[in-house]
């Protein structure tokens, strides 16, 4: 395991409980079940897991916001408060002991490409559940068709990928945005997205402003993805 790195609450500060590892480590997470086909969760449990995943999702993009913008993507553990606390009780003073789980920020993550990296690592069981911060550029959909043509049925090379990047970030049009995608091990998985820059019509000329937007929707791939580093 590796020292984990942060701050204060909602991120613990150099906590050690889990590291990055590859998808086969022998630490991953066994008796995994998923949410979704479980038939005994009650809707007051489900309605539970969803509150909890999405302040852990808002707190997770508050915390990476307070950083500013051009930051990498960045990973959290999520690990229950009471584990971290009994094992390094002189965290009392920055994690909130009423909080049933603290994300926990990761080391950066490896090379260039997500997809690739998350599909690296593997969590210990005392993991509850994952999240993950990235900066991304929306574009309004009649802008779209305006992006350069990718022949998908030959597969979408990292060339297509980064002539799509660079059109988009290029683009009039473009807003700068940070999503965050939070998901437990055992429930359900929540987005938040911060839109940066945005002027409210009709006063174009006003003062620009962010706006959230919260959906768990949001980003099904993303949040598929980390759900994949949650299976054993």
């Known amino acids: 395991m590796t020292d ?13 409980v889990t590291g990055l590892a590859g998808s086969n480590d022998d630490t991953a997470a066994e008796n995994v079940w998923d949410f979704e086909d479980d038939e005994d969760l ?12 999405g302040a852990i999702a808002r707190e997770v993009e508050e915390f990476v916001a307070a950083g500013g913008w051009q930051q990498p993507p960045q990973l959290f553990a999520l690990v229950p408060t009471a584990e971290l606390l009994s094992q390094q009780p002189e965290l009392a003073d920055s994690l909130d002991p009423d909080a049933e789980l603290t994300p926990v920020a990761q ?6 490409d997500l997809a690739d990296a998350l599909a690296t690592i593997a969590w210990p069981e005392l993991v509850q559940g994952c999240a993950l911060a990235q900066e991304i550029i929306v574009l309004p959909p009649d802008a779209e068709d305006e992006l350069p043509g990718v022949d998908e049925s030959a597969g979408v090379s990292a060339t297509d990928v980064e002539r799509l990047k660079q059109a988009a970030a290029g683009h009039p049009q ?59």
């Open 4 to 16: 984990s790195e942060g701050a204060a609450h909602p991120v613990a500060e150099n906590t050690e």
């Open 174 to 232: 473009r807003t700068e945005a940070r999503l965050v995608a939070a998901v437990l091990r055992d429930g359900p998985a929540s987005c938040a997205m911060r839109l940066h820059g945005i002027r409210t019509p009709p006063a174009d000329d006003a003062e620009p402003t962010d706006e959230i937007i919260e959906h768990p929707e949001l980003a099904p791939n993303l949040v598929e993805a980390l759900r994949a580093t949650l299976l054993p």
């Open 107 to 112: 080391e950066p993550l490896p090379g260039d």
């Open 42 to 53: 009650d809707d007051d449990g489900s309605a539970s897991a969803a509150a909890t995943v």
